[in-house]
Nanobody, 128 residues
Framework: QVQLVESGGGLVQPGGSLRLSCAAS????????IAWFRQAPGEEREGVSC????????YYADSVKGRFTISRDNAKNTVYLQMDSLKPEDTAVYYC?????????????????????WGQGTQVAVSS
């Protein structure tokens, strides 16, 4: 079965850390850029981070730059999002998605129209 499965979400206090995982099954991630998007209740979906297929290009939204780190382990067919110094405004459902080769970034925003597969999402809540 071809799918992406996110894990690692949960409840954390402000300033804490979480590491999200996005595991692919049924296909190889080698030729795909992998992105993380998030959506908070009542808000539009936001592109958070993306890593290209060759691991030589990354994107971070200004809101997470310096706090989040994206990485990939092609041997494990998995992509990670390390989230440090979490803030209440990071609370959202986080989704991973794939796009062939490169991340589509326009006007400094990660675009989702090239994404071909999506995971089911994992909830992140940052609260004291």
């Amino acid at each position: 079965q071809v799918q992406l499965v996110e894990s690692g979400g949960g409840l954390v206090q402000p300033g804490g850390s979480l590491r999200l995982s996005c595991a692919a099954s049924g296909f190889t991630l080698d030729y795909y850029a992998i992105a993380w998007f998030r959506q908070a209740p009542g808000e539009e979906r936001e592109g958070v981070s993306c890593i290209s297929s060759r691991n030589d290009s990354t994107y971070y939204a200004d809101s997470v730059k310096g706090r989040f780190t994206i990485s990939r382990d092609n041997a494990k067919n998995t992509v990670y999002l390390q989230m440090d110094s979490l803030k209440p405004e990071d609370t959202a459902v986080y989704y991973c998605a794939t796009e062939l080769f490169f991340c589509t970034v326009r006007d400094n925003n990660l675009r989702d129209y090239g994404m071909s597969r999506w995971g089911q999402g994992t909830q992140v809540a940052v609260s004291s």
